[in-house]
Nanobody, 122 residues
Framework: QVQLVESGGGLVQAGASLRLSCAAS????????MGWFRQAPGKEREFVAA?????SYADSVKGRFTISRDNAKGTVYLQMNSLKPEDTAVYYC??????????????????WGQGTQVTVSS
């Protein structure tokens, strides 16, 4: 079992930055691919970014968001710059035992955090 706890969400104005953190516990963190997804009200959960042996990003966040990880701390981060109102959503951290393949579909992740709210005002 892997437990994931997100933090770092909040209310910011458009153009601002936020850094989300996801602390993992329970298993060897370095062997897991880690992903970030988001879900806005009335919409499906969508892929944002993922990192394992390589990183992958949704087109909507490329160049603005960066995923990184600190294996020693068992933590994955999502640095979000130039935030837009359309980035408003609950952001979820996810993990799966697949380091060399970086999944982009929610169904491929086995473990999920509880989510953290990000609200971007215009």
């Amino acid at each position: 079992q892997v437990q994931l706890v997100e933090s770092g969400g909040g209310l910011v104005q458009a153009g601002a930055s936020l850094r989300l953190s996801c602390a993992a516990s329970g298993r060897t963190f370095s062997g897991y691919a880690m992903g970030w997804f988001r879900q806005a009200p009335g919409k499906e959960r969508e892929f944002v970014a993922a990192g394992g042996s390589y990183s992958s990003y949704a087109d909507s966040v490329k160049g603005r968001f960066t995923i990184s990880r600190d294996n020693a701390k068992g933590t994955v981060y999502l640095q979000m710059n130039s935030l837009k109102p359309e980035d408003t959503a609950v952001y979820y951290c996810a993990a799966t035992n697949s380091y060399f393949y970086t999944p982009t579909r929610a169904s491929e992740y086995a473990y999920w955090g509880q989510g953290t709210q990000v609200t971007v005002s215009s």
